[in-house]
């Protein structure tokens, strides 16, 4: 069935640090891809999607680039604020499903 | 402002009482879920709503029920609550299968 992966956290990391969080799916068909953040005591909202292969997302100076050869949509950011620290989660949706898969989600903790 | 409103915030219920979380968007959206939230294990879709009329079971249904009478509504029944349903539930509504989700706030259940 349809899943995605992501890496585990927490990721920590200095103020001002690359980041990237890995991603992979697998789908039957051609899904959609998003990447959510999701702040303390809040729920999740959309940090940026892509609906087609080579696809990239951007919002926020976050990036994710749609792989298809390998079903990949890792998030990445060149410099990283202490405002930046969430949960983000990777997810997919396929046409007709309905039923959107997400990963487990990353933790993100970054230190002035 | 346009969204989805959860009510309540937060509540404490005594093991074995019913009860029913509240879910609103005003967006007009075609699909409808329930997820919960518990550390470690990401999000878990317990039922969905693919059109007012309609819903379908998630990963871990069981213990809760939910109805869709219009589109703007979609409540989510404890029938006999148990301690191991103490989590964060959210609920989300798209537009249709391949578009991003809006979430609510949550809702903080705690079962003792």
């Known amino acids: 069935g349809d899943s995605v992966t992501q890496m585990e956290g927490p990721v920590t990391l200095s103020e001002e640090a690359f980041l990237t969080i890995n991603c992979t799916y697998t789908a039957t068909g051609y899904p959609s891809l998003f990447w959510y953040v999701q702040y303390p005591g809040e729920g999740l909202q959309l940090l940026l999607k892509a609906t087609k292969a080579d696809d990239k997302g951007s919002n926020k100076g976050f990036e994710a680039t749609y792989r298809k050869e390998t079903t990949s949509f890792h998030l990445e950011k060149g410099s990283v604020q202490v405002s930046d620290s969430a949960v983000y989660f990777c997810a997919q949706s396929s046409g007709g499903s309905y039923i959107p898969t997400f990963g487990r989600g990353t933790s993100l903790i970054v230190h002035p | 402002i346009a969204g989805i409103t959860q009510a309540p915030t937060s509540q404490i219920l005594a093991a074995g009482r019913r009860m029913t979380l509240r879910c609103t968007q005003d967006m007009r959206h075609n699909a409808m879920y329930w997820y919960r939230q518990d550390l470690g294990l990401g999000l878990r879709l317990i039922h969905y709503s693919n059109t007012a009329g309609t819903t379908g079971k998630g990963e871990v249904p069981d213990g809760y029920s939910v109805s869709r009478a219009n589109t703007d509504d979609f409540p989510l029944t404890l029938a006999s609550a148990v301690p191991s349903q103490t989590s964060v539930y959210f609920c989300?509504?798209?537009?249709?299968?391949?578009?991003?989700?809006?979430f609510g706030n949550g809702t903080r259940l705690t079962v003792t």
């Open positions: 989300a509504s798209s537009e249709d299968s391949n578009s991003p989700l809006h």
